[in-house]
């Protein structure tokens, strides 16, 4: 089993930064994949920034690239979303994610994930 606990959500003027953070704890070896997704109302959760485990490899969606960044302390089991440059709709409840499973077709996708936080509010105003 694995849990995880965000924090560093909040409000903030555009173009300023937030970073995000989130710690798994139990069973960390079972991890191979960890994420972020965030979601609006109306709208479906919708990938964001992605990190594979192991070998640190990493994704983002095409609107937050050269803005957004993840990385990971493999030492804290944790991982961090810095958020630069932020945007009104950056505005969103932000997800981290763990996949377990040890084979996946689409890492972007929401049903890659078994292991979801309980989001952090994230708002940006003009």
């Known amino acids: 089993q694995v849990q995880l606990v965000e924090s560093g959500g909040g409000l903030v003027q555009a173009g300023s930064s937030l970073r995000l953070s989130c710690a798994a704890s139990?069973?960390?070896?079972?991890?191979?994949?960890r994420a972020w997704f965030r979601q609006t109302p109306g709208k479906e959760r919708e990938f964001v920034a992605g990190v594979d485990w192991s070998r640190s490899a990493t994704w983002y969606a095409e609107t937050v690239k050269g803005r957004f960044t993840v990385s990971r302390d493999n030492a804290k089991n944790t991982v961090y979303l810095q958020m630069n440059s932020l945007k009104p709709e950056d505005a969103a409840v932000y997800y981290c994610?763990?996949?377990?499973?040890?084979?996946?077709?689409?890492?972007?996708?929401?049903?890659?994930?078994?292991?979801w936080g309980q989001g952090t509010q994230v708002t940006v105003s003009s």
């Open positions: 139990g069973r960390t070896s079972s991890i191979y994949l």
């Open positions: 994610a763990a996949s377990t499973f040890r084979y996946y077709s689409d890492s972007r996708s929401y049903n890659q994930y078994d292991v």
